[in-house]
Structure formats: structure tokens, C-alpha cells
């Protein structure tokens, strides 16, 4: 204990959270210079009349949001924020999006700037007039520290039952993405590093959008191709667009993980898709299957189609992006869902 | 017909040479300059006691590969290849894989190669010690015409039925992909064109390895984040192998229907993903499932893998494509179906 110079805190108990502890606390015995006991900041909750943090504390499980797997004893549940990033070093963002900055708000100055780095877990960005803001851009701006993110076709339940897994480091330190992906990587989850943070971070956000086309395709009754071609021209319309956000971003990020890997496997589960499906079969306007569907959660496909839309049409590039339109002038403007499929051809070669 | 200039024969008669019939037939009647009659020569035998071409030139409807659907008048069934080609000067090549050479051969001396070109719809190349030889190399070679290939995310079936399915033409001349497009798109398939015939073949023919890996996880009864993991490193081997074939292949192929489009569309449905999993459930070798499932036919992916093991050996770049050498290992030298995820850290980074 008297070497280590770095201390974990997890930011967040959901269950990529709760799966990201059981992780770190293996790997950090790894790592001699790092805190064998791991901070896990939870929003505190009543479940079963027992406080949550209370029965991850002395059960060793988050029995809410991912039961059934143990939690490793050096995992310390912490319900107080300022608390939990006491002496903390190495910070795992992995929030809900929409709490990251009032989040950041409450522990910067309760951080020692000068020696903590953050890595990120979360997908979703906010596209708005005054530019788009990432969780790095976000933590940065707060924190004015060094950012990495981690994101890819990582749903926890998976990666928890030890099923292979991979997914991709965005960064911009060498040095820190060296030190989490052995924080990170295990024999069945497999990290790959991408000197790219906000091409990773963009990937995880558009990559809803494109899913609620697929669940449109599956409300439809519709096979394999033609799923398989608007998966194939969300990638495209992703990878165009990207230089509209940032020079920086490197088109073989897109083939990692975080790009293709998790646009795949969103497009056949998660609830992007999920409710694209019922959107089509129902009828129902996105706002009320929200409420029916996800207990009042927004859904970020639905809000990035939306900013996204705002932005394609500041920029002037609507004919660019036929597929990011339609999946908004349907979910929005009442569009026939059978029109998704006109005026796609999507290419990255000139056309003939 | 007297302006006309150019004529049509389709070569073989499957589900995909029936459903091409439908779509040129129609779109015969935009090119004042190709005779409207469409030769297709059919592989002659009995259904129920008639003779397959009769019933469709009576009947028009191949009820034994594409039932249920109309084949236009003006598409002829022809048993004799040397009558069916009289004549013809756009030839759509679309027999099993195995038959080319021998129709190539029949054919040769039958046709005006000064003013002929070809279209290649099959996917399947033979990877040999003397070589690889694609269906564009073969027609190439034997008829020394311009060969041009299609190929995508384009199951029969489903185009027949009118779903939204989009395809990728791979040429060498602009003006015969001009022309092949024109011919063959429809509102609801839809073709994009690149310069690049070998890459587009390539694609076709390796996809079907990766469908054997995406098969192995689906036996194994792994999830969402697992097959999609599997997908992307065969997309990313897939490019990278590329070179070692031709130094012209370009990487934008790899984001066509033709390349992560059909990838993804026999990784979830298709026999070789079939196949793949039956192996694990069952514990069969490929050779007795092939016999039990395929009704005799031949496994593409089986015997792809096979040789393009041999190509990676030779070439001494065994430890660059650890999933296509795993699949080849599982299919013929008794390897472990968990092994398939070991040593799979794929990127086209450099590593962390």
C-alpha cells in the first residue's frame, strides 16, 4: 500500500459500471503503483429497503443492475461523490450522459488536477448550436486533465459472463492508454488502442442513430440485405460525416470495435433498434415509446437524429447524408418509414 | 429489333441467374440497342416428369429454383449453351462456381469476342499454388473479352421479393459498367460502381471463411458482442490479406455492399454461417455435414479456408491473420472451437 502513488474511483454503478469494477479490481493487483482498494461511487437507492451501497458493500453484488456477479471485496461502494474521489487519480466516467457535467461540477476542486487522469465509458454526445460537446470535451473543460475513452461492442452482461469481447481506446497520451488498457483488458475482453479520442466518442454516439433504422427494417418485416445495407451505409454516412466535426478524426478508427464492431452488434440488439422496431409495428410517437419502453430513459438515438439533423442542415450538406435525414424526417416530421429506402446510394467511389 | 445491336444471355439458371431474368427483362425495354429476347441457358432436367425448360418457356416460372415467381415472356430457357449464346453479346455469367471453366470452354469458339463483354454474379474464387483465379481471370482468359463482376449483400430471394437490397459492380471499363448498371438496377436494388473487379471478387469469396467463424459463435450459443467482435476482425483480415492477392485492390471496396454489406448479411443468414454452426452443435466434420445439409453441393467457405491457408503458409504471414488461420485449424485439424478467440487482438493501429 505505501508505494502505490494512484487511486481508482469509479464514477458511476450501472452495470457497465459494476462490470468495469469487477475488472479493475482483478487487474489492479497487475499494477503495483495503484491502490489495491478501488472507489466506486454510487448514486445511492432504497432497493428491497436496504441502501444499495450497503448491499454492495457487505453482499459483494449490485443486485439492481448486475446480479448474479460478484463484486471483488476491494470494491468499496461509496455513496457521497466528494467522498468518493478522495485521493483519486485514475477516474472511470461511466455515468448516465445526461449527469457528466453536474457531475464534474461537484468533485473539481476535490481533485488533485495535477496528477489525475480520467478515462471514459460512455457513449453519447450532445450536437448543439454552439458546437458539439463529448464527454472528453466536457471532462477536459471541467477537469483540465487527460482524457481517454473506451468504447465498443461492449454490452456489460456479456463481458460479464467472461463471453469474448472487444473494444477500442481512444487516445490522446500514450502513456495513458497504455496504463488502462491494463487496467482494462482481460483474456475475453480485448482492447485495441486508436491515437483518436473524439473519432472513438463519435462512433459511439452515431451509431444509435443508424440503430433505429435497423429496428425500422425489422418493424418492417424486412430480411438480412436489406438490414445488412443500411448497416453498411450508416457506416458510410459515419465515416462522411465525421470530417464535418473535426479534421483529427482517422478513417480506420471506423473499423475498429467502436466503429463497425458496435454499430453491428446495435443493430441487432440494444434498444436504439428495439424501439425502432416497435416504433414501425406500433405506431407510437418516440416520445411515448420512451415512456412505455424504457421507464422515462431517453433514448439517445432518438435526441442525436435530431441535433444531428440541426447540424447536417447548418452545414448545408442534407443531399449528403440521405440516411441520417430520413431516420429524422421520420422519427420527427411524420415521414413514411418505407421512404428510409429511397435515394440511398451510398457510395464511397465516384458515381457512373 | 432491327436497331438492335447487342444481345443478352444469362448463363445458368439458379435462383440468382432466374432473379437476374426477371430484373434484365424488364429493364431491357429502357436500351433501344439490345434485342428484347433474353436467351437463358438452363442446366436441362425433369420436375415432376417435364422437362425444366419447357415449363419455363409454357409456365414462366422456374419452379424449382425461384417458384412463385413470374419470369417476364421475353426471357427465353435454352438447354443447348451453344444455341443459348448464338448471337449473344452480353453474357451474364451465373452458374455454380465449379462449372465456369467447363462453359467457358464450350462457349469459347461460339461467340464474336471482338464485340462481347460479360458479367461475373458469382462469388468464389480458387486459390492455387500456380495462383488465384477468380471468375474475372477465368472469363478473362478463355474469351478475352472485358469482364465486369456484381456482388453484394444480394440473396436471391429477397431481391425477388422486392425488398430493398443493394449491390456493388466491380469494373475495369466505365462504359460496361455504365451499361451493366443500367441493366440491372431497379427503385429497390440498388448499385454502386468501382474500379476495382479483383477486390470486389475477393470480397465474395472470404466473406464466406468469417460466415464459417460467425457460425462457430452461434453454436457455441455466444452473444450479440461476440459475433459482431468476429465480423469485424474477419472485415479487417479480409482488407489486410488483399495486397498479398493484388497490389490494385482498394480499401474503400471493403466499406461497399460487396464487402462489410454481404459480410454481414452471411454472417447472420447463408449456409457457410449454417454450416458453421452446425459443426458445433453437432460435432460432425465439414465433409459429413456438407453431405447431410448441402444435399452433395460443395461448401464454399470450407474449401476457401482451406486454401487460403495454404496461400497464408506459403507467404509465411501465418501470425498477421490469426482468425483465418483459427478457422482453417477448426475445420481441418481437429483444433478446439474455443481456441477461435484466442490471440484475436486485430486492429489496423499500431499496437498499445
Not at 485521493?87 to 488536477?113: C, N, R, S, W, Y
Not at 424526417?329 to 421512404?339: F, K, L, P, S, T
Request: overall charge neutral; glycine content about 8%.
Amino acid at each position: 500500500m505505501s508505494s502505490a502513488t494512484d487511486k481508482i474511483c469509479i464514477l458511476g454503478s450501472g452495470n457497465w459500471g459494476t462490470t468495469a469494477s469487477r475488472i479493475l479490481a482483478e487487474n489492479v493487483h497487475k499494477i503495483p503503483t495503484i491502490d489495491k482498494t478501488i472507489n466506486m461511487y454510487v448514486y445511492e437507492e432504497m432497493v428491497d429497503g436496504k441502501k444499495l451501497t450497503e448491499i454492495i458493500n457487505t453482499r459483494h453484488e449490485n443486485v439492481k443492475y448486475l446480479p448474479g456477479h460478484k463484486i471483488p471485496d476491494n470494491v468499496v461502494a461509496i455513496p457521497d461523490i466528494v467522498e468518493a474521489v478522495k485521493g483519486a487519480t485514475l477516474l472511470i466516467i461511466v455515468t448516465p450522459h445526461q449527469f457528466v457535467e453536474g457531475m464534474l461540477k461537484k468533485i473539481k476542486d476535490h481533485i488533485d488536477t495535477s496528477r489525475t487522469r480520467a478515462i471514459s465509458l460512455i457513449k453519447g454526445i450532445t450536437i448543439g448550436k454552439e458546437g458539439t460537446a463529448t464527454i472528453s470535451m466536457l471532462t477536459k473543460e471541467y477537469l483540465g486533465i487527460d482524457v481517454t475513452v473506451l468504447s465498443g461492442a461492449n454490452i456489460a452482461n456479456e463481458i460479464a459472463a467472461g463471453q469474448f469481447c472487444e473494444s477500442t481506446i481512444g487516445y490522446e497520451c500514450k502513456q495513458s492508454a497504455h496504463l488502462w488498457k491494463q487496467l482494462f483488458e482481460t483474456p475475453t475482453f480485448r482492447l485495441s488502442c486508436v491515437d483518436d479520442v473524439i473519432g472513438v466518442e463519435m462512433c459511439g454516439a452515431l451509431k444509435n442513430v443508424i440503430a433505429l433504422a435497423a429496428g425500422f427494417v425489422d418493424g418492417l418485416r424486412m430480411g438480412n440485405n436489406t438490414k445488412a445495407a443500411i448497416i453498411r451505409i450508416g457506416l458510410v454516412e459515419m465515416r462522411k460525416i465525421a470530417p464535418y466535426f473535426s479534421s483529427t478524426i482517422k478513417h480506420e478508427t471506423f473499423l475498429e470495435s467502436c466503429g463497425v464492431g458496435d454499430l453491428i452488434t446495435t443493430c441487432y440488439g440494444g434498444r436504439n433498434r428495439r424501439l425502432g422496431e416497435a416504433f414501425v409495428a406500433t405506431g407510437k410517437s418516440m416520445e411515448t415509446l420512451e415512456k412505455e419502453m424504457l421507464n422515462g430513459q431517453k433514448l439517445q438515438g432518438y435526441s442525436t437524429a435530431g441535433e444531428l439533423y440541426q447540424f447536417i442542415k447548418e452545414k448545408n450538406i442534407v443531399e449528403e447524408f440521405p440516411l441520417f435525414v430520413k431516420v429524422y424526417q421520420i422519427c420527427y416530421e411524420g415521414a413514411d418509414v418505407n421512404a428510409l429506402f429511397s435515394g440511398l446510394n451510398v457510395s464511397l467511389q465516384n458515381s457512373i
